[in-house]
């Protein structure tokens, strides 16, 4: 196991047996030779992947451990480094307004056919399956978080990521045998105060509402979606009042439909 | 100096009036980095979103290359960032850069990786630079990315070719000390000294700090 000297630098591994290449003091030839290979460019899939993965992983407390600490045992409080999910608030849609017509025709269209299809993503799931990391999954505290844990956790876990319009993404991770499904999203834009994005479940053309949430930045966030996740589902998002809508009344930002 | 270069900087259209010299971009770029770094240390996941752009394809790069599978280098690579994320308050900046503690912990797994899978290694002994020579006759477009592969390129070519040889076996190919012994036909003690003086005139060559 390694462990932090804080005498050699930002070294990541000291009692490795080849010293040439563990030694602090080529540190800087060896970074020269890693740069000098090829970029690969990963499968988008694995970043949001993490994204959904840090959001429920606590980092280590700023302070130094003792050496032979185990590196990743002293796990932080979640009080201190509390994950920054946001709890969807309970769906209490009051708008009473019927839907016009050509809203009715605009959602139906998404409602049926949404371009992206989920499929499953060994790679990007690997990281949730079994691993170095598997065990440190946050327990306890909010249900969202627990949710969330479950279904990346989940051995039917499948993965699918959609492009946003303004050029963020979009991933649904979903599992059935779980029930559940969560949809990361990176770069989506925060709604003026009386707006809110909303999470939906469309089974045979009739959508259920899933969840309200807003965002602060455009940085990650996760979604657990209310409700019961089925196979053959659309999950789609729209912006509606903050106070939510009983059916979507825009054109989704994203929908995304499972096999 | 080598330092990480963005895969979206590009030198040729970086500056109008006086194009900064590819240094002075790379300066800018280690110096992005470590402040990413730095972000994600606080918690900030819109930071390591960021950081992610940055390093990942460096990352992968790397451990696909003494990996050779694709799957299981990306495995790794989440295994690292997750690392990163999980650990990023003990990165500090006055002791080195963010890309070399990042590069640093995805090359120990790469390793870590293939030795944990000997026998099904099978893998030429005469890895490294003409790999490398080959991976960039496909993706070579980058300007910058091509003078960085060059210039390390170049070093090497200043070893011996005993040197260079247990340079790239040890670093590029994962290979312990005795493996690059039974591997070369030379004995142990050799190794490591000619792997010592080859790093130590990679590290003038190439003008890094040690």
Redesign the interface.
Known sequence: MTH?DENA?????DD???D???T????????????????????PE??A???A???Q??????T?QLAQTP??APLAEPAV?AP?LTAVPATTATSTREPGSAERRASARWMQRPAIVLTAA???V??FVG???AG?LLRGGAAQPDQLASIVAAPDVTTAVSELADGGTATLVASESQGLSAMVF?GLTPLESELAYQLWYITDGVPVPAGLFDVS????TVQVLQGTFEAGTIVGVTVEPASGSEQPTTEPIVAIATA | MLVLVPADTDIDDAAPASPPTPDATRDAASAATDALLLRVAGGDQRAFAELYDLIAPRMLGLVRHVLKDHAQSEEVLQEVLLEVWQTASRFDPNKGRAVTWMLTMAHRRAIDRVRSAQSSRDRDVKIGIRDLDREYDQVAERAEIRIEHERVATALNKLTDLQRQAVELAYYGGYSHSEVSTMLGVPMGTVKTRLRDGMIRLREELGVAS
């Open positions: 932090i630098g930002n070294s990541v591994f490795a047996a080849d040439t290449m563990t602090e003091e080529f540190a800087e030839v060896r970074t020269a030779l890693g740069l000098a290979v090829p970029p690969v460019t990963p499968n694995i970043k992947a993490l994204l993965r840090i959001a992983t606590p980092q280590l407390a700023p130094p590196q990743l480094d920054r060994a790679a990007a690997a990281l691993g170095v990391f440190d990176d930045n455009d940085g990650p």
